[in-house]
């Protein structure tokens, strides 16, 4: 068992469009991320979830707007979406002890057209 | 800001050791340095952590200075397998909270 899933895999879109991006975990980790990793392949934190409640958001446009309906599930769902949007998005998840590791999706390439 | 610094390419020889530096001189005394890797697009995958102490597992061995100011990541016999971009992160003890923050990391090449 994939032990954090995202779907869909490939997302293809038209500006202007809404999607959602869907990420699973089976861990029974407190805490969850997203991640985008650009052109230019640098990884940037977006948001960060712990127990369904929000705890980082990195300025990221409202457009964006994680869900958690429960501590295994953080979804993305973006509006309006632009060509400056396109990347690859990452969903993560961690435990609440010392030295835990950070456990991430296979991602979710966007592209907007 | 990422509290690392590290070499932006290296290669290596397959069969041979890859070791991989990382200076973090601005470290904490309860901050962990952990070592993550990205093969072409995959998701990053956790390779090793250590606190003050040199650490081994079935992927790597870890050398922490005695001054925690750098680590080393050495991969034992690379393989072909292990063309990536490794990262090297310093993070709190409970980093559930922190902004994990990936830096630019080393693309190494193992040359066949």
């Known amino acids: 068992d994939t032990a954090v899933s995202q779907t869909p895999k490939y997302l293809v879109t038209q500006m202007g469009n809404d999607k959602s991006i869907k990420c699973e975990q089976n861990?029974?980790?407190?805490?969850m991320y997203w991640y985008k990793q650009d052109s230019k392949k640098f990884l940037k934190i977006m948001f960060s979830?712990?127990?369904?409640?929000?705890?980082i958001n990195e300025t990221v446009p409202n457009r964006f707007s994680p869900k958690s309906p429960d501590k295994a599930h953080l979804n993305l769902h973006i509006n309006s979406l632009e060509l400056g949007d396109s990347a690859v998005y990452f969903c993560?998840?961690?435990?609440?002890?010392?030295?835990?590791?950070?456990?991430f999706g296979s991602g979710t390439q966007l592209s907007v057209l | 800001d990422a509290k690392t610094t590290q070499p932006p390419s290296m290669d290596c020889a397959e069969g041979r050791a890859a070791n991989l530096p990382c200076n973090h001189s601005?470290?904490?005394?309860?901050?962990?340095v952990y070592w993550y890797r990205q093969i072409h697009s995959q998701g990053p995958q956790y390779i090793i952590h250590?606190?003050?102490n040199n650490e081994t597992n079935e992927m790597a061995s870890l050398i922490i200075t005695e001054d925690r100011k750098s680590s080393t990541l050495i991969l034992p016999h690379a393989t072909l397998r292990d063309t990536a971009v490794y990262y090297c992160?310093?993070?709190?003890?409970?980093?559930?909270?922190?902004?994990?923050?990936f830096g630019t990391g080393t693309r190494l090449t193992i040359i066949p």
């Open positions: 601005t470290i904490s005394g309860n901050e962990y």
């Open positions: 993560a998840s961690t435990g609440a002890g010392w030295g835990e590791k950070l456990f």
């Open positions: 250590g606190l003050k």
């Open positions: 992160i310093v993070l709190g003890p409970n980093f559930g909270n922190e902004k994990l923050t």
């Open positions: 979830y712990n127990n369904k409640e929000l705890i």
């Open positions: 861990l029974g980790h407190d805490t």
